[in-house]
């Protein structure tokens, strides 16, 4: 049985386990020793420690600690669907041991204190490493600026609207000349609400079957066209959340082309489902933006196997099942993923798309590099957290409420058989989570 750790000092090897480090450019087999605050390769007899906690690593890969660009953990004001705590234990369970908070709490992460407490509070309740992408405009109302160099001074990796995307163009030049100055990432929900008016799901032959108002998958692409060109203007940096079709794709591609300090995201529910998996109106599908067409799903596949696409990040969007029993309409938009994000990744693995290094990047390295991290996303490379992850990559599982920790259990992949199984994960140099 699946077993959490409070942090405690207890050193382990694990031997003769693959190390995959695609940072410091490491691919090979190794013994790992982890203790408080340190990793250390291939250690010497003399530096295990008698009572050290022996794993044998056959058949296992050791990858640095996941890191997921999107999350939402709900505190304060929705601890209902989720909290710290409880997100902390869906991503250990899913070797994630960095998250990026988005700022739609209640009260929104718009201030210096707010930023601040959620630091803290995963500290208080022992939890995984939480940076906090803080609210771009006061209230995430889209009207005035936050003082982006405080929220930065308290601790933020990023600023965002998260799902309302700074439509004025005036308000969100300023923003990126803020963002210029102090090299802070904007992260963007790229949506036209001009024309998607927050419709459920694309418009198409599903959404015609099902009777529902479908918004045009255009409405993501002409977001991120016009961000890319107040780039350009401002020399900000740039990252698209959740980029979700073949439009948006193509100007981020030409945005890199250009040398712009452009990046982009996908989530594993974009590269494994499409549109027909709403045909019964489910609200499992239900997210914004809400799944694609098949055409969309095949270029976002070749995104991630030509590195255009910089990383995964799950979007994890915890609701109640009341919330998520209201119809497709109704229903908010969200799912969660951080137990089957890297199972996803081995799904496409298994189906040639990326190769087991491809998919390791995607999670470790990749996203590193978006946040600017050198900390971040390896175990070999001098100054790095000690953060681990070990995953079995033969090992099968059918995701069911039971394989999923967090308090919510609104996942797209109820039921899927995945591949590859996160078997313990260490913060720190801690062993905090076991299968």
């Not at 409880?86 to 070797?95: E, K, Q």
């Not at 960095?98 to 309740?125: I, S, W, Y």
């Not at 940076?131 to 006061?138: G, K, M, P, Q």
């Not at 799901?201 to 961000?227: I, K, N």
Request: aromatic content about 4%; overall charge negative.
């Amino acid at each position: 049985m699946p077993e959490f750790f409070e942090p405690r000092d207890r050193a382990t090897l694990v031997s003769g386990v693959r190390v995959i480090d695609i940072a410091a450019d490491v691919d090979r087999s190794a013994d790992v020793l982890l203790a408080p605050g340190r990793i250390t390769l291939d250690p010497r007899a003399a530096d295990v420690p008698d009572d050290a906690l022996r794993i044998d690593g056959a058949g296992l890969w050791a990858l640095p600690g996941l890191i997921d660009l999107q999350v939402h953990f709900r505190q304060p004001g929705f601890e209902h669907k989720e909290d710290i705590a409880s997100g902390s234990r869906a991503a250990l369970a899913g070797g994630v041991t960095t998250v990026v908070v988005m700022p739609n709490t209640k009260p929104t992460l718009d201030t210096a204190e707010a930023v601040a407490f959620q630091g803290a509070e995963a500290q208080r309740v022992h939890g995984v490493r939480v940076l906090v992408a803080a609210a771009a405009t006061e209230g995430i109302a889209g009207k005035r600026l936050t003082d982006h160099a405080a929220l930065q001074g308290a601790g933020a990796v990023a600023v965002t609207d998260d799902g309302y995307p700074l439509s004025d163009d005036a308000l969100m030049r300023a923003s990126l000349e803020q963002c210029a100055k102090l090299d802070l990432l904007f992260m963007q929900h790229a949506e036209d609400m001009s024309l998607s008016h927050g419709e459920p799901m694309t418009r198409g032959a599903t959404s015609e079957a099902l009777g529902v108002s479908g918004q045009p998958a255009d409405a993501e692409g002409a977001m991120v066209e016009r961000d890319v060109a107040l780039v350009g203007e401002t020399g900000a940096r740039y990252h698209v959340l959740h980029l979700s079709t073949a439009r948006s794709l193509r100007a981020v591609r030409a945005a890199k082309a250009k040398g712009l300090a452009v990046t982009c995201e996908a989530s594993p529910h974009h590269l494994l489902l499409t549109d027909e998996a709403c045909a019964g109106g489910d609200t499992h599908f239900k997210m914004n933006p809400p799944l694609r067409s098949e055409a969309d799903r095949q270029v976002l596949l070749a995104g991630i196997a030509d590195r255009s696409i910089d990383a995964v990040a799950t979007d994890h969007a915890p609701h109640s099942a009341e919330e998520k029993a209201r119809g497709f309409r109704e229903a908010p938009f969200g799912v969660i993923g951080l137990e089957t994000a890297f199972a996803a990744l081995l799904s496409l693995v298994e189906q040639g798309v990326i190769d087991d290094r491809r998919a390791a990047e995607l999670m470790t390295a990749g996203p590193a590099h978006v946040l600017r991290r050198a900390d971040l996303g390896s175990i070999a490379r001098p100054g790095s957290v000690a953060d681990l992850c070990l995953v079995d990559p033969a090992r099968r599982f059918t995701v069911s409420e039971q394989t999923l920790f967090g308090r919510s259990k609104n996942s797209a992949f109820l039921g899927r058989e995945m591949p590859g199984r996160v078997v313990a994960t260490f913060v720190d140099g801690r062993l905090r989570y076991r299968v």
